[in-house]
């Protein structure tokens, strides 16, 4: 017995002229101001509508909305600081030197700190256009201290290619690890 094979042929597209490109639609809501900005609900739309009901009120009683919030960490529910530093440290260097995404010491630092070593990373990528790779960045020597419980003060000395750079740093305990909440380059 001998079968045929079977074809399947996409159906054909039928167009009734040329291709033509049109702009991608806005998808964001105008700002205030803007043209095309509600200025009020209009007399099609009912006050109500769309919206979630909000209670200004205080907090229910016996229900405590604190557990949402960041909680601070004690120094022995969290990693050893100075081992845990000295990684973070030499992340931060191969960040800075173009070998890792900033985007790794983000769950690790506080949005300012981020923020600034963004634009630090970016700065450096633009300085480092053209240029041979140097020696890789190490941690060189660090030592910290704690003044006071679920906080820890760390300064590092590092070798940032062919110079020798000192980083200090302020850690904080919160939701169970270590986040770093002010940092300084040399």
Same mark, same amino acid.
């Given at each position: 017995?001998?079968?045929?094979?079977?074809?399947?042929?996409?159906?054909?597209?039928?167009?009734?002229?040329?291709?033509?490109?049109?702009?991608?639609?806005?998808?964001?809501?105008?700002?205030?101001?803007?043209?095309?900005?509600?200025?009020?609900?209009?007399?099609?739309?009912?006050?109500?509508?769309?919206?979630?009901?909000?209670?200004?009120?205080?907090?229910?009683?016996?229900?405590?909305?604190?557990?949402?919030?960041?909680?601070?960490?004690?120094?022995?529910?969290?990693?050893?600081? /100075?081992?845990?530093?000295? @990684?973070? +440290?030499?992340?931060? #260097? *191969?960040?800075?030197? !173009?070998?890792?995404?900033? %985007?790794? &010491?983000?769950?690790?630092?506080?949005?300012?700190?981020?923020?600034?070593?963004?634009?630090?990373?970016?700065?450096?990528a633009r300085l480092?256009?053209?240029?041979?790779?140097?020696?890789?960045?190490?941690?060189?020597?660090?030592?910290?201290?704690?003044?006071?419980?679920?906080?820890?003060?760390?300064?590092?000395?590092?070798? /940032?290619?062919?110079?020798? @750079?000192? +980083?200090?740093?302020? #850690? *904080?305990?919160?939701? !169970?690890?270590?986040?770093? %909440?002010? &940092?300084?380059?040399?």
């Amino acid at each position: 017995m001998t079968t045929a094979p079977i074809h399947h042929q996409a159906p054909a597209l039928h167009t009734t002229g040329p291709v033509r490109r049109v702009p991608v639609p806005v998808c964001d809501p105008p700002l205030a101001g803007e043209p095309g900005a509600a200025t009020s609900w209009g007399s099609h739309v009912s006050p109500g509508q769309g919206v979630l009901a909000i209670s200004l009120g205080g907090p229910r009683r016996g229900f405590d909305e604190s557990f949402a919030a960041p909680q601070p960490t004690t120094t022995r529910d969290l990693p050893a600081t /100075d081992q845990w530093c000295r @990684r973070y +440290v030499q992340v931060l #260097l *191969e960040v800075l030197a !173009g070998q890792r995404p900033a %985007t790794q &010491l983000l769950r690790w630092s506080s949005t300012d700190v981020y923020a600034a070593l963004q634009k630090r990373a970016a700065l450096s990528a633009r300085l480092r256009l053209g240029t041979a790779p140097t020696r890789p960045p190490a941690v060189l020597s660090l030592r910290s201290c704690a003044p006071r419980d679920g906080v820890s003060e760390a300064a590092a000395v590092v070798r /940032d290619g062919g110079r020798v @750079r000192a +980083v200090a740093l302020r #850690l *904080e305990g919160w939701d !169970g690890r270590w986040r770093v %909440t002010a &940092l300084e380059m040399g």
